[in-house]
């Protein structure tokens, strides 16, 4: 083979790399980038980005060196016997050796590449941990603050498993290289290890034991807090009369077995050393970790079970109530035997006249029956809610009248992608009252929306809504839809700040490849001024906007006193790292509703409000990303 057609062929490899893994990711960078820039939040788009690259490129550094550096310590010296590789008759000779010589880079290459692809996936747990708030609040049982099981913690599991499964792959490949350069044989029973080899193996497995010894103190001490072993989640009797001084041993014996693999390794007695640090490590772990535990529970605790467990219960408890803040509820005996009188009534006016006589899904149906209005608009939900209206308090129940894209009459790209944008108002009407004919009295109907009380609607267009799921393009040459009427359709020109300016030839070609839709790039009605509204259903949109916060997924629609239109969800922080507190089925044992996300229907603004200042998981959000809360 030529040295051009060499070329060639690794040319088209790397183009066809580069369009199969590298251009599609990069597309989607980009598109969230301008995204994330539109709305505000390059922080929270950036700070992930950069704490990726700096894990990714850090960690796989560190592993790639690290096997690189093991595998060429492994090949130094000459190789008195090398294996040699007949690859066909008029074919020359392979010295198997040195051919994985020359592979020792590319091979460190690859582990350093798939490392740190898998890296990233730690950033939030990293950043969680540089800008940790304390829980004030300790442990029962080692004294720690809680802060250190939710921020700390998860941070030693992941660097002492990395280590750890680095160390195991290292000694695996320089032990089957010592093994095909004949400097460690293997004769049924008997290991041979050559001297040259032997420092370098004891090294690699004292190292592993060490690892083992601070995981296991580092790491399984700590996660005897969220042990099931006992009757409810946290550390049992058997686990903190066994478990504990069982893992506090094993992990002396296993820095001892370090101590003796190493002496070995210089007194040129590794394989034996190794051996016997094995079984006896082996021997401590199995004993320590489930003899021992099984023999308390069943001669001491399962006997007296209840005085036994009557502390962790109590610490369960505690640290259950504490975790799901059930310790700040007011408990009240209600005696139930109190008769309603006529003063009893009119002291509680306001309360009796806002009695609700309709329930959500029959208001839906009918809603959807008297005011759709056309089959292109859907009503998804009722919500709640009160209003002055008319210098009353009142509460009502009101539903947006959102366009859903799969129910118009012809779907072009035109028409789904430039014409029909929008939703159109809502329907607003009392909780406690009824027409003559058994309908919902509504205060704020029809199209265009006409209010017949004191609260109205000025901004009716729903960009964003429940229905929101497709992108949209405004501000082009083609008209855009605003609602039916009797003289012909109405049209409209989006005035808001929503969205992807796409005026771009670049953003116009990131646009295209990320929706996968060519007429943006040939459509001649997007022009310099034009925008592109993606991610616009609320739940969707919020889940994008703030990953780290779980979001509710029944968002409910407002009127504001200016007559705007917003989206308001309820965001919690979570962990399910609480030591002692009981799971949810999700696994969660932590939850504060700390956040309210209010979002504009026309414009997709997010604002995210602190409800909850003194949960330490949201000062510690609000330390990684300034600004946004």
Do not use: C
């Not at 799969?406 to 029909?420: C, Y």
Request: charged share 20%; hydrophobic share 50%; aromatic share 10%.
């Amino acid at each position: 083979m030529t040295r051009t057609v060499r070329f060639l062929v690794f040319a088209g490899l790397g183009a066809f790399v580069l369009l199969v893994f590298f251009v599609p990711g990069l597309i989607g960078l980009l598109a969230d980038w301008y995204w994330y820039d539109a709305l505000g939040y390059q922080t929270v788009f950036l700070r992930e980005l950069m704490t990726k690259l700096l894990l990714g490129l850090g960690a796989g550094a560190v592993a790639g060196a690290f096997v690189y550096v093991n595998l060429r310590v492994s090949q130094r010296g000459l190789v008195p016997d090398p294996v040699i590789l007949q690859l066909g008759q008029s074919a020359g000779k392979l010295e198997l050796t040195s051919a994985v010589r020359r592979l020792s880079l590319p091979a460190a290459a690859i582990v350093g590449i798939l490392v740190g692809l898998a890296a990233p996936a730690a950033w939030l747990v990293t950043l969680r941990f540089i800008h940790r708030t304390p829980f004030g609040t300790v442990d029962p049982v080692f004294g720690r603050d809680i802060g250190y099981y939710v921020f700390t913690l998860p941070v030693l599991e992941w660097v002492t498993g990395f280590a750890l499964t680095l160390l195991v792959l290292t000694l695996m490949a320089v032990a089957a290289l010592y093994v095909m350069r004949g400097d460690v044989i293997v004769r049924g029973r008997r290991v041979t290890v050559e001297p040259s080899s032997e420092v370098h193996l004891g090294a690699l497995i004292a190292a592993l034991f060490v690892l083992t010894a601070i995981r296991l103190i580092f790491v399984d001490l700590p996660h005897l807090l969220y042990s099931e072993t006992g009757p409810l989640v946290g550390a049992s009797y058997a686990d903190l009369s066994a478990s504990r001084p069982a893992l506090t041993v094993s992990a002396g014996v296993a820095l001892v077995a370090a101590a003796f693999v190493l002496w070995g390794a210089f007194r040129r007695r590794l394989a034996f050393n190794v051996v016997v640090a094995l079984v006896a490590y082996a021997a401590i772990r199995t004993l320590g970790g489930a003899v021992f535990p099984w023999a308390i529970q069943r001669l001491s605790v399962l006997p007296n079970e209840l005085a036994r467990e009557a502390p962790q219960l109590e610490r369960h408890i505690t640290a259950t109530r504490s975790a799901w803040g059930l310790d700040a509820v007011a408990v009240r005996d209600l005696a139930g035997e109190a008769t309603l009188s006529l003063r009893d009534i009119e002291s509680n006016g306001p309360t009796i006249r806002n009695v609700r006589l309709w329930d959500r899904d029959p208001l839906l149906q009918t809603f959807g029956q008297l005011q759709e209005i056309r089959t292109y608009y859907d009503f998804v939900s009722v919500d709640n809610d009160r209003y002055w209206i008319d210098g009353e308090y009142r509460q009502v129940m009101l539903s947006a009248r959102e366009l859903n894209s799969a129910s118009l009459p012809t779907r072009t790209f035109i028409n789904e992608r430039l014409t029909f944008t929008h939703g159109m108002g809502v329907t607003l009407g009392p909780v406690n009252r009824v027409t003559v004919e058994g309908l919902p009295v509504l205060f704020i109907k029809d199209l265009p929306p006409s209010s017949s009380v004191s609260i109205g609607v000025s901004r009716p267009q729903i960009y964003y809504g429940e229905l929101s799921s497709d992108w949209v393009f405004v501000n082009t040459r083609q008209a855009e839809f605003d609602y039916p009427s009797s003289d012909g359709n109405v049209e409209t020109t989006y005035e808001g700040t929503g969205g992807v300016r796409a005026g771009s030839m670049l953003r116009r070609a990131v646009l295209s490849a990320h929706f996968r839709s060519l007429k943006i790039m040939l459509s001649q009605d997007i022009g310099p001024d034009s925008r592109v509204l993606y991610h616009r259903e609320i739940v969707q949109r919020a889940w994008k906007a703030l990953p780290f916060l779980l979001w509710d997924g029944d968002p409910y629609l407002v009127v504001t006193e200016a007559g705007r239109l917003k989206w308001i969800l309820d965001a919690y922080t979570t962990t399910d790292r609480y030591p002692y507190a009981q799971r949810a089925a999700s696994g969660i044992n932590y939850m504060r509703n700390s956040v309210k996300g209010v979002i504009d229907a026309y414009d997709g603004d997010v604002h995210a409000y602190v409800a909850d200042a003194d949960d330490p998981i949201i000062r510690t959000y609000e330390r990684i990303f300034t600004g946004i809360f």
